[in-house]
């Protein structure tokens, strides 16, 4: 019986997630010059969806191809993370004032379970796992409020503020079970429907994130 090859689309999305934990777990630094070819190597993949994937990635500002220089790997300016914060702050905090009011008990549920994943990994000193459900926390909260643009506004920061958080943790790797732990916050008060105490542990939260980036 004839093998089936994985799908172009499937190989392209790999690359992309392949690429993203190295940049995760530090096998790949701000400021390094890598090529195609490298990378095809190290992921033993061809180059048509490492390819895809780096451009991909240069839409989410993590990377910058240069013809002639290969693909650079961006470092974060005060200004963008100021900004990316600043957005996070205006649709999450809007996010817990609409879901404080709405939250059905299988939603609460359903952030706990990923609450209980982010723990695990946390114990298990797994940067990368650990980090995932950080940023799945905040998007179903997003996901949640069933405002479609708004997600996917949302979404599209979301490789950015995973990128921008393993620089928070590898620096301050205390922050992993704070981060855990003011999720936790937030959680108990929204489903208490105690909206202005969700919000403000919200923005405590997101201060903490900024500070810590900041001062790293």
């Known amino acids: 019986m004839k093998k089936t090859q994985p799908k172009r689309g499937f190989l392209k999305d790999h690359a992309y997630e392949m ?16 090529s195609e070819g490298y990378l095809s190597e190290q992921l033993g993949m061809s180059r048509t969806p ?22 650079y790997i961006c470092d974060t300016s005060v200004q963008q993370v100021n900004e990316v914060y600043e957005i996070r702050m205006v649709l999450e905090t809007f996010a817990i004032r609409k879901l404080s009011h709405t939250i059905e008990q299988h939603q609460v549920q359903e952030l706990k379970s ?32 069933g405002n479609e643009q708004m997600f996917e506004m949302f979404k599209s920061i979301e490789e950015k503020l995973s990128f921008y ?19 936790l916050l937030i959680l108990t008060e929204l489903e208490k429907g105690n909206t202005e105490n969700a919000v403000h542990h919200m923005e405590e939260h997101l201060q903490k994130g900024r500070k810590t980036l900041l001062d790293s």
Request: proline fraction near 2%; charge should be positive; hydrophobic fraction near 35%.
């Open 19 to 34: 690429i993203k934990k190295l940049l995760m777990n530090g096998d790949l630094s701000p400021g390094e010059f890598l």
């Open 50 to 71: 490492i390819r895809s994937a780096l451009q991909r990635l240069e839409y989410e500002g993590i990377v910058r191809i240069h013809p002639k220089q290969g693909i």
């Open 114 to 145: 990923i609450l209980n994943q982010q723990y695990e990994q946390i114990k298990n000193q797994d940067l990368y796992l650990s980090l995932k459900y950080d940023t799945a926390f905040h998007l179903k909260i997003m996901e949640f409020i």
């Open 165 to 183: 958080g393993k620089k928070v943790l590898t620096k301050k790797v205390e922050r992993l079970k704070e981060t855990y732990e003011e999720h």
